[in-house]
Each structure stands twice: as structure tokens, then as C-alpha cells.
Nanobody, 125 residues
């Protein structure tokens, strides 16, 4: 399993941008599909975005489509989440996760084997 650590969260104004990073330690990072999830207070964990290991196909929740971009740099063992035009509804703790299996539905949290501790994103309107 990978060990994951997120960074890049913070407090911003609506309309601002942030880039989250998730650095993985362990071998074969390029063989893992990577996902981003978020959890707001009192709400369930929600899928945000994912990138599949085999062909870099990306997936997004409808609420972030066109505003967020997920990408990866296998040479740096890092996955990114570029978040533009942030809204107050994006306020949450953001988690990255790693999935080693090939054909999982990357929108489902239960498919992931490794999780980071999370980073807080707060957007003020």
C-alpha cells in the first residue's frame, strides 16, 4: 500500500484558485489509480475527481466539472487537484486515495485501499 500526504489547502475567497498536491511514498505509484474525495461537516464523503493509472482517463463529479482538473506526475509520485473558481460549497476536508486494481469504479470510496489524512479547504463568499 502507498502512504499518502496531502498539502495545499487553505482559506480563500470565492472565485479564487488552489492547487492540492498528494505525495505518495512506496513503490509502483504509476500502477495506482488516484482519486480525490471531500467531506464537509455533517455530510458523507463525496467523490470529486480521479485519474486512472492505465491511460490517464479522468473522472469528475458534476459539481466540479469545468472548474477542477486532476493530473499526475509519476516521476514525482504526486497527484494534483487544480481547483479554480472556488465556491463556498467546495468547503471541506479534501482527501486523496489510491486504488491498485484495474477496473474499479473510481467514483466509489470503498474501492480505494490507501488514504491520506486530508487537507482543509475553506472558501468564503
Amino acid at each position: 500500500q502507498l502512504q499518502l500526504v496531502e498539502s495545499g489547502g487553505g482559506s480563500v475567497q470565492a472565485g479564487d484558485s488552489l492547487r492540492l498536491s498528494c505525495v505518495a511514498s512506496g513503490s509502483s505509484f504509476s500502477s495506482y489509480s488516484m482519486g480525490w474525495f471531500r467531506q464537509a461537516p455533517g455530510k458523507e464523503r463525496q467523490f470529486v475527481a480521479a485519474i486512472r493509472w492505465s491511460d490517464d482517463t479522468t473522472y469528475y463529479h458534476d459539481s466540479v466539472m469545468g472548474r477542477f482538473t486532476v493530473s499526475r506526475d509519476n516521476a514525482k509520485n504526486t497527484v494534483y487537484l487544480q481547483m479554480n473558481n472556488l465556491k463556498s460549497g467546495d468547503t471541506a476536508i479534501y482527501y486523496c486515495a489510491a486504488d491498485v486494481f484495474t477496473d474499479d469504479d473510481l467514483r466509489l470510496a470503498e474501492e480505494y485501499e490507501s488514504w491520506g489524512p486530508g487537507t482543509q479547504v475553506t472558501v468564503s463568499s
